[in-house]
């Protein structure tokens, strides 16, 4: 009897709620996480960050893979992303996740969709459109100012601008046509995008 309870208490609760955050380097979706993380309470979760913190640790078993990666411009493979998600979702005991830049590609999708689709409850995708040139523009700013990141350069920026095109684009149409996406014009101040995000947000 104490096991069946569990199992309907357990069926009984709500799923995760998730809402995928994507853009090109530099559209701005750190800064717009954290107002939403501020306004209504989610918990952000940033796939870049999640893997730059595996690949500071020490003696994690993923780290140096991660490290050339992100030093490359290509996507770490979806089976690391999606064990650091996860574990920083149940490790947070919240209910309202921001995943911000992910899935970036098929395989990410792919791998979302077998390993943690049916685990959470997708509310739409919030996708930053911003020009190539702005999103080139905010990085160098970003990295003269001493972000600490390694791939805020030139170089690295027009690789990762490159993947982006080529390979989370098609992530964004496909949600498209699921009717899931919502595209906010992210080349404006950051105040006047986020004054259209709470419109978003309202009721989540």
């Known amino acids: 009897m104490v096991v069946q309870s569990l199992v309907k208490?357990?069926?009984r609760m709500a799923k995760p709620k998730v809402v995928f955050v994507l853009g090109g380097p530099g559209a701005g979706k750190g800064t717009q996480c954290a107002n939403i993380v501020k306004e209504f309470g989610f918990v952000?979760?940033?796939a870049g960050d999640l893997l730059r913190e595996e690949r500071n640790k020490q003696g994690t078993e993923y780290g140096e893979l991660i490290e050339t990666h992100i030093r490359n411009g290509t996507i770490v493979p979806v089976e690391?992303?999606?064990a650091?998600?996860?574990r920083a979702m149940s490790?947070?005991?919240k209910e309202k996740f921001?995943?911000?830049g992910f899935p970036r590609n098929k395989n990410n999708l792919e791998g979302w969709q077998k390993n943690m689709e049916s685990k959470v409850e997708l509310l739409f995708v919030l996708f930053l459109s911003c020009s190539e040139d702005v999103c080139v523009q905010r990085c160098l700013k970003r990295g003269a100012e001493g972000s600490g990141r390694s791939d805020d350069n030139l170089e690295s920026l027009q690789k990762r601008i490159q993947t982006y095109?080529?390979?989370t684009m098609p992530i964004i149409e496909c949600y498209k046509e699921q009717n899931l996406v919502k595209t906010l014009d992210a080349g404006r101040s950051i105040d006047e995008v986020f004054s259209d995000i709470k419109d978003l947000f309202k009721g989540v």
């Open 165 to 167: 095109t080529n390979d």
């Open 9 to 11: 208490a357990l069926s």
């Open 84 to 86: 650091l998600i996860e």
């Open 44 to 46: 952000h979760l940033s």
């Open 91 to 93: 490790q947070s005991g």
């Open 98 to 100: 921001l995943i911000d």
């Open 80 to 82: 690391i992303t999606c």
